[in-house]
């Protein structure tokens, strides 16, 4: 389904993957990866840990050479000219950083001298940079001493300080309170509206919602790429929402009997995915009153993105383990 | 290879800067830890001897053997724990170690003397404590064929034993350092110590802290170049470097005493030299430690076996031969020979060109494949 959408862009592609792969000794981290991502898009890497995102993204920004294969970002040769891929893009990581025993306007000063800012822009993209992380009048304050949150918005900015064609965020919002996550997002979709590229590696589900396109990794594969209601509309089984007093023992006895394809705790109940919903609820009623769990309903739901996602990574053979 | 751009390296610089002297802690480790280092090394590592406990076994019971024994006495460096006629009690002093040295003074010992015979003393000293033991015997030997001397002297005979039997009066004196003070030979090589310490520590720990923190990712993402990263990280450190030679100098010469008979210019070239080596292996090491402690533990791996092999604490001369040619590659080692030539000689770069040139080397091979593992580890 990946290949057979990305003819549909008229544009020329921002990053465009062939076949990249990236070896560690016998270990295969990122294996034959192809996708190509247009201007203004959102686009989302999906995956549990060890699927592989972040090893393909440090390949695409040129931390990291692939073992094979090739990628273009902003129209340059990630191997061939790294320097000119490295002008082009923002990047933001999982751990935070940002200089802690900086303060807030040093950092940005920092980075805007490293982009070679011109004078004239300097000061404007810092106090634009001031303004998105919500900290204007607060440039002297050191970095160390923000909440998380303030942290990543002037990460965040920081790294789109010189005005790159495309960002790329490694698990920006890991470890961030809703709210603040939520703002973050807002931040994106703003930057995106204007132009922005940005590719997300995420494993929040409500996150992937805000992408405009996902890609589902697992084992270092692509699995599954598409919108994110498009992958919803793809799944063809009947998801259960059940609802029992006790979830956890629920989902492990309901994971393993016949008809039932999959049972996961989504919040407080259980998801199962059924072959055939009429049968999966007689068989779900026997098992759980045998085992004396109190079932208090049982509802047919359209499937989450993480309903996608556990059929997605079961069918392409499992999690990796460790 | 890309241009090296100016501006880069200033805010590299101007960044390492702020976060070296921000910190209190910091501050403290740079300026005041390698002041209190020489201090220490100025008072603690003493390897004169002063007031040692000896033994006096006088059997000869003479004026001129209690000359003997005030002779020892008023040069300060012995001081009698205790007297016998009864060699016995020698022997059991030194086992109780109440003291280290001990003087056997035989009967006939004046007359001997008078008489131009060969005059016998015995000097016994506890090899367990064997630094001090060989000085306290290089002393111990020299005051009595002084005493021997003089009495031979006033008596108008010649004095066999000592040199003088044959006509030669024969004077061992230390140059550049008549005293044979310790301190001026250890003070200044503290230096060497000192500015290796300094240069190791804070570039190794500050890029192995930047891997670790993830913010040496960060900046391998912007057009930083590998080489400018290494030149912001270096430049402030060896400013500290030459501003701690200054400071230590200072307290070396001004409070410890220490005459500075080279020139200046010498002294700051061979520091220059020297810290480049430093900074090339702090580097190196950073590049083999992935967290600030992996750095730490490397570092000392390599400094201590650096000091030792140097000479600073023992002789290089008296080093196993494998040693001593291992002792070749120790950038340390070429340090001190011209730190302590430019303080006690006044010794000028001419007279030590290959020891300049030993450390130019060393430099240069150092920061060369610093350079390569770095890109290599980093880009």
């Known amino acids: 389904m990946a290949e057979a959408d990305l003819g549909v862009h008229p544009s020329e592609p921002v990053i465009d993957a062939d076949e990249l792969t990236r070896r560690f000794g016998d270990f295969v981290a990122v294996d034959g990866l192809s996708f190509a991502v247009r201007s203004g898009e959102i686009f989302g890497f999906l995956g549990p840990n060890g699927a592989g995102k972040t090893t393909a993204i440090r390949m695409l920004i040129g931390l990291l050479e692939p073992s094979s294969g090739s990628a273009r970002v902003a129209g340059h040769d990630v191997r061939r000219e790294p320097d000119a891929v490295k002008r082009s893009i923002g990047y933001m990581s999982q751990l935070f950083s940002l200089y802690s025993d900086l303060t807030v306007r040093e950092n940005l000063e920092l980075f805007a001298g490293l982009y070679d800012l011109p004078a004239d822009r300097r000061e404007d993209r810092i106090r634009w940079a001031l303004g998105t992380a919500g900290l204007e009048g607060r440039g002297d304050q050191l970095t160390a001493t923000l909440p998380l949150g303030l942290k990543q918005r002037l990460a965040l900015g920081s790294a789109v300080l010189h005005e790159p064609p495309v960002l790329f965020l490694d698990e920006p919002t890991s470890g961030v309170d809703p709210v603040a996550r939520r703002t973050f997002w807002d931040l994106i979709s703003d930057l995106a509206a204007a132009g922005t590229t940005v590719l997300v590696t995420t494993h929040y589900m409500e996150e992937a919602e805000h992408c405009h396109r996902l890609a589902l990794m697992n084992r270092g594969r692509l699995v599954a790429l598409d919108a994110p209601s498009a992958l919803e509309a793809s799944l063809h089984s009947p998801i259960l929402e059940i609802r029992t007093n006790d979830p956890t023992r629920a989902a492990a006895l309901l994971a393993g009997i016949e008809g039932i394809e999959d049972a996961t705790m989504v919040g407080r109940s259980v998801h199962a995915m059924v072959a055939d919903e009429p049968t999966a609820r007689v068989r779900i009623a026997e098992v759980l009153e045998r085992e004396g769990i109190d079932l208090r309903s049982v509802d047919r739901v359209r499937p989450t993105l993480e309903d996608v996602f556990v059929s997605v990574v079961r069918r392409s053979g499992g999690v990796v383990e460790g | ?379």
């Not at chain 2, 031979?152 to 024969?170: C, F, K, Q, R, Y």
């Not at chain 2, 140059?175 to 301190?183: E, G, I, T």
């Not at chain 2, 480049?276 to 950073?286: P, R, T, V």
């Not at chain 2, 400094?303 to 070749?328: C, D, H, K, N, Q």
Request: aromatic share 8%; with cysteine; charged share 20%.
């Open chain 2, 1 to 379: 290879m890309r241009r090296l751009s100016r501006r880069h390296v200033v805010e590299m610089v101007r960044k390492e800067r702020r976060q070296l002297f921000r910190d209190p802690r910091t501050r403290l480790v740079m300026f005041v830890a390698p002041v209190i280092q020489l201090v220490m090394f100025g008072y603690a590592v003493n390897t004169d001897i002063r007031d040692t406990a000896m033994f006096v076994v006088d059997r000869d019971r003479t004026p001129v053997s209690r000359l003997l024994v005030e002779a020892f006495e008023t040069t300060g460096r012995f001081r009698v724990e205790g007297a016998s006629t009864d060699a016995a009690d020698l022997g059991r002093s030194l086992d109780r170690g109440s003291a280290i040295v001990g003087i056997e003074i035989p009967s006939g010992f004046a007359a001997d003397l008078a008489a131009g015979r060969p005059a016998r003393v015995q000097i016994l000293v506890d090899g367990t404590q064997s630094n001090t033991a060989t000085i306290a015997l290089g002393y111990a030997g020299r005051i009595v064929q002084a005493f021997a001397l003089d009495r031979a002297e006033s008596d108008g005979i010649p004095a066999s034993g000592g040199s003088a039997a044959a006509g030669i009066d024969l004077r061992a004196r230390a140059w550049y350092n008549p005293a044979l003070q310790s301190r001026m030979y250890n003070v200044p090589a503290v230096i060497g110590v000192v500015l290796l310490l300094m240069c190791l520590l804070l570039t190794a720990l500050a890029v192995a802290r930047e891997r670790e923190v993830g913010t040496l990712e960060q900046l391998m993402v912007t057009p930083l170049t590998p080489t400018e990263l290494m030149l912001g990280k270096t430049i402030p450190v060896a400013v500290v470097g030459m501003i701690d030679l200054a400071l230590v100098t200072g307290v070396a010469v001004f409070w410890f005493r220490v005459p500075f008979r080279g020139s200046v210019l010498a002294l700051i070239v061979a520091a220059l030299l020297y810290i480049l080596a430093g900074l090339a292996l702090g580097l190196l090491i950073s590049t083999v430690s992935r967290t600030q402690q992996e750095a730490f533990l490397t570092m000392f791996l390599f400094i201590l076996p650096a000091v030792i092999l140097a000479g600073f604490l023992y002789p290089v001369e008296t080093m196993p031969a494998f040693f001593r040619w291992l002792s070749l590659l120790d950038p340390v080692r070429h340090f001190l020979v011209i730190v302590r030539a430019i303080f006690l000689k006044g010794e000028g770069i001419a007279g030590l060109w290959a020891q300049y040139a030993t450390l130019l080397a060393m430099a240069v091979a150092a920061l060369s494949f610093a350079v390569a593992r770095f890109r290599r580890t980093i880009a």
